[in-house]
């Protein structure tokens, strides 16, 4: 009997044994994941600076005479041509004036014809002695005033005539217009603060965007050429990126650098022209100019190897023991889909290249190799 009880005793050891095995946690297993490592080239970076675009001529377009504004010819943001009208004032108090103007100058020229008669009447006179020549040189001073006044008068028919042309305002170039704060019947002024509207000649745009000192030492150096102007021809064309992310068509020059630094930014103003033949681009619009520098000492990190946390990013770094750091990196620019790092990495060092939402700091991974290859930038 005790056998039996001894045996029992056992096989309950042997069986809870056996559970508790079964029951057991099995250790984790460390995660494969593609890890590729920084090493030194050279490579170009696109950086886009905030750009504002204007047309190649802004103009304001304002009366040069007062009066009723009788006709507006155009709507807003028609496009209109080179002299076409756009802008009629009541015109008669102007040609009353020029008729004003032309009765006073036929006055004039009678005046001096009548001058010129009595010249001639006076010369022979006093020739023969008749009379004296006092009467003959004040019949000259007469007639040079009568000169005089026929130029005046003929200066007050073109002013006239001036004044009656302004009634009609017409467009000084070619181009779209803007807003019109005024509409038919309104007084208007030369004196007016507002402008009867704008008109912006887009069939070229300016697209003006800033460079911080050091970016447009490094941008210069990367260019031969003993001056400005000299570089400005070897530029490459630039990319004007717009209000929606998209690239722009065409692509664009820069053809002119500003002459001095903003003392308050200490930035300086670039220009880069594009052509705009079917009138997308209009003055007013915002974009970025995207240009591409060249970087010392700088790595090129891919976009899918960071994680952004409170306001930064960061990059998970493998040790000799295959465990990640979570590091902080520096981004001050981009390279298609790499970020352009200033520091936080340094050649050498093993970046986890996917899967890295899930990583914890510390945590051991089995790296794998990867053909990505994070590039440090040098000067070529």
């Given at each position: ?21 079964s ?73 009353e ?76 170039v ?27 000649d ?21 260019y031969s050429?003993n ?6 021809k ?15 068509a ?29 009138g ?16 010392e ?12 946390m409170?306001?930064k ?15 902080p ?51 070529k």
């Open positions: 009997m005790k056998n039996v009880i001894l045996s029992s005793l056992i096989l309950v050891l042997t069986l809870i044994g056996c559970s508790d095995k029951q057991a946690p099995m250790a984790a297993v460390a995660p494969q994941l593609p890890v590729y490592s920084i090493e030194a080239s050279s490579a170009t970076t696109d950086s886009e600076y905030p750009a504002a675009i204007q047309g190649t001529v802004d103009v304001e377009i304002r009366p040069q005479v007062s009066g009723n504004l009788e006709k507006v010819f155009v709507d807003e943001g028609a496009y209109v041509s080179k002299g076409q009208a756009l802008f009629k004032i009541n015109e008669q108090p102007y040609r004036q020029l008729n004003n103007a032309l009765a006073s100058l036929h006055s004039a020229e009678a005046a001096l014809i009548n001058a010129q008669l009595e010249i001639d009447k006076l010369t022979p006179l006093v020739q023969n002695k008749v009379v004296s020549d006092y009467q003959l040189k004040t019949a000259k001073a007469s007639h040079r005033i009568a000169t005089a006044n026929l130029d005046q008068a003929k200066a007050m028919v073109g002013s006239a005539r001036i004044n009656l042309g302004y009634t009609t305002i017409t467009a000084p070619s181009g779209y217009i803007g807003r019109l704060p005024k509409k038919q019947g309104s007084l208007v002024s030369s004196s007016d603060i507002e402008p009867l509207t704008k008109l912006s887009v069939h070229e745009v300016y697209a003006y965007f800033s460079l911080g000192e050091t970016d447009f030492i490094n941008f210069k150096a990367q050429g001056t400005i102007n000299d570089k400005i070897k530029l490459p064309p630039v990319t004007l990126i717009l209000a929606d992310n998209n690239a722009y065409e692509t664009g020059k820069i053809d002119m650098v500003d002459g001095q630094f903003d003392k308050n930014t200490g930035a300086i103003t670039l220009r880069a022209t594009f052509p705009n033949a079917n997308i681009l209009r003055s007013g619009n915002t974009g970025k100019i995207r240009l591409g520098i060249q970087h000492d700088a790595i090129l990190v891919p976009q899918s190897a960071t994680i952004e409170q306001d990013v960061f990059v998970f770094t493998v040790d000799k023991e295959n465990k990640v750091t979570k590091a990196i520096t981004i001050i620019g981009k390279s298609g889909t790499d970020y352009l790092i200033k520091d936080g990495v340094k050649s050498g060092d093993q970046i986890v290249l996917s899967g890295i939402d899930k990583l914890q700091e510390g945590q051991a991974i089995q790296p794998t190799k990867s053909t990505k290859i994070a590039q440090v930038i040098t000067k």
